[in-house]
């Protein structure tokens, strides 16, 4: 099974942008559905954006027209470009298959604050 490591994130003032990397250790091409969620404090984890086989994208609502993701089968990697960002964004960001994925990494945090 292929696992992912995530990358990119920092702390960024609201309204600023980030972009997240991440890794698979091996081929993500013929992976149908690979995603970007993200857990914030207190919270449970929660579905931020999906990027399909085909390369279709699908985005929770509050990030329509924010964030951007994207992949790139050549290099085994998923990005999601974050602009405009606001505090409630402020979340550990993980890359998985599947919400209901048993096997996590270690995410990377990103944090939205003045």
């Known amino acids: 099974q292929v696992q992912f490591v995530e990358s990119g994130g920092g702390l960024v003032q609201p309204g600023g942008s980030l972009r997240l990397s991440c890794a698979a250790s091996?081929?993500?091409?013929?992976?149908?559905?690979v995603a970007w969620y993200r857990q914030a404090p207190g919270k449970g984890r929660e579905w931020v954006a999906t990027?399909?086989?085909?390369?279709?994208?699908r985005y929770r609502d509050a990030v329509k027209g924010r964030f951007t993701i994207s992949r790139n089968n050549d290099k085994n990697t998923l990005s999601l470009q974050m602009d405009s960002l606001k505090p409630e964004d402020t979340a550990i960001y993980y890359c998985?298959?599947?919400?209901?994925?048993?096997?996590w990494g270690q995410g990377t945090q990103v944090t939205v604050s003045s």
């Open positions: 990027s399909t086989k085909n390369f279709g994208t």
């Open positions: 998985n298959t599947d919400l209901q994925s048993s096997s």
């Open positions: 091996g081929s993500i091409s013929s992976i149908y559905v």
